[in-house]
């Protein structure tokens, strides 16, 4: 069965923190398509990283870094010097399928000024 | 990139009725997916619609619920049906991701308030 844990329901920091968001997965594919999604109140969905299964390549993005370690099936994503417009609900999401996602139940990331 | 278009954006339903929601995506997909996010839980797949076949639904989700159209490759709509509160959520759209193979899209949600 796939499945994406995030263990962390909801974080809290004070600004300019470092702060990491973790997501485990589960699959017996080979093939496999790893995502981070940002919900802002407003509700949408914002594309963040997209990450396949033979790319272990870590990527960072001006604040944002992501960390792939097929051996322990996680992707791990941090946030440096955290700032307020960071607080959102974030998404860690599987993909075997074209398309299809399978979600994490998502972590609640709050950031204090 | 692919941009989708949902309507409505947010709507209050009396319990019983029915609502529509469109999707529209501004290039051609083979893919259509419906996602539904209960009051602070995570996103689930109602279901899948390719053009041209039926809908094809996850477990839990059934097509007199939930009826989507795919009369194009552009659009597609979901229904809610006989709705009770229990379908209060966000329900959003998204297409498989696009040829250069790079991300998956969605649409801005459509929050429905069952009365």
């Known amino acids: 069965a796939q499945k994406v844990t995030q263990a962390q329901t909801e974080i809290s920091v004070v600004e300019k923190e470092d702060v990491t968001l973790d997501c485990v997965y589960e699959t017996r594919d080979t093939t496999y398509y790893l995502f981070w999604y940002k919900q802002p109140p407003s509700g949408e969905l914002v594309f963040l990283i997209r990450?396949?299964?033979?790319?272990?390549q870590n990527e960072i993005s001006g604040r944002y870094s992501w960390n792939f370690q097929k051996s322990t099936s996680s992707f791990n994503f941090t946030i440096t010097a955290s700032q307020v417009v960071d607080s959102a609900v974030y998404f860690c999401?599987?993909?075997?399928?074209?398309?299809?996602?399978?979600f994490g139940q998502g972590t609640e990331l709050s950031v204090k000024p | 990139s692919a941009v989708i278009s949902q309507k409505p954006s947010r709507d209050i339903c009396q319990r019983g009725t029915s609502l529509t929601i469109q999707c529209q995506v501004d290039s051609q997909v083979t893919m259509m997916f419906w996602y539904r996010q209960q009051p602070g839980q995570s996103l689930t797949l109602i279901a899948t619609?390719?053009?041209?076949?039926?809908?094809?639904?996850e477990s839990g989700f059934v097509i007199d619920k939930f009826p989507i159209s795919r009369p194009n490759l552009t659009f597609s709509t979901l229904t809610v049906s006989n709705m009770s509160p229990e379908d209060s959520s966000i329900y959003l759209c998204?297409?498989?991701?696009?040829?250069?193979?790079?991300?998956?899209?969605f649409g801005e949600g459509s929050w429905l308030t069952v009365v």
């Open positions: 998204s297409v498989g991701w696009d040829s250069s193979g790079n991300t998956i899209y």
């Open positions: 999401a599987l993909s075997m399928l074209r398309g299809k996602l399978i």
């Open positions: 619609a390719n053009q041209g076949s039926e809908a094809t639904y």
């Open positions: 990450r396949n299964s033979f790319d272990e």
